[in-house]
């Protein structure tokens, strides 16, 4: 499978680029509350937020599996229909993982554009044990399945590391 086909160059309007923006700032809220720096937004196609989160998967009380993408594609999935959440847009601070990269694919999701790519994402964190990464891009993810999800990112990578500064110790 050729992974250019999943990554459909659309044109990013400035919405787009606003609640890409809003996910990032909603990380550095979620880093500012003691959590990983990471969060996520649903949007309808007319860019209507319908769900947010942040990452709550922090030991010794979070769940590791409440990643951002995660909670608010989960969110978004119980407020509206199938048919509804193809025409969302999930926006995300980093790529998704292959956790929640089967979340969105699972709960309909027709979109994701995010900020900072897995790659990048792994020269902050090194191997730090809060965030034992895959190398695992979302869009071949995505490619393995039935459907067709628009992959759109890396976008505003320099913006998106910000709240990583400093998290995940000495090399961040």
């Known amino acids: 499978m050729n992974i250019e ?4 160059a659309s044109t990013l309007s400035g919405t787009d680029l606003s609640l890409l923006r809003a996910a990032i ?6 880093k500012k509350s003691g959590r990983h720096p990471f969060a996520a937004i649903v949007a309808n196609e007319r ?32 407020l509206l229909s199938p048919d509804e959440l193809a025409k969302c847009t999930l926006y995300t601070s980093a790529e998704p993982c292959c956790m929640c990269s089967g979340a969105i694919y699972w709960c309909n999701i027709g979109r994701v554009v995010y900020a900072l790519s897995e790659h990048r994402l792994l020269t902050l964190t ?9 190398s695992l891009p979302c869009r071949e993810i995505f490619l393995r399945g039935q459907r067709h999800i628009e992959v759109v990112g890396p976008l505003l990578e320099e913006e998106a590391e910000q709240s990583h500064i400093g998290f995940w110790g000495e090399g961040a």
């Not at 700032?25 to 979620?30: M, Y």
């Not at 937020?49 to 119980?78: C, F, R, V, Y």
């Open 5 to 8: 086909k999943a990554s459909t």
């Open 126 to 134: 090194g191997d730090h044990p809060e965030n034992p990464t895959f």
């Open 25 to 30: 700032d909603l990380a550095e809220e979620s």
């Open 47 to 78: 860019g209507e937020i319908i769900a947010t989160a942040g990452n709550n998967s922090m030991p010794p009380e979070g769940d590791p599996t409440q990643h951002a993408e995660l909670a608010a594609a989960a969110k978004a999935a119980k």
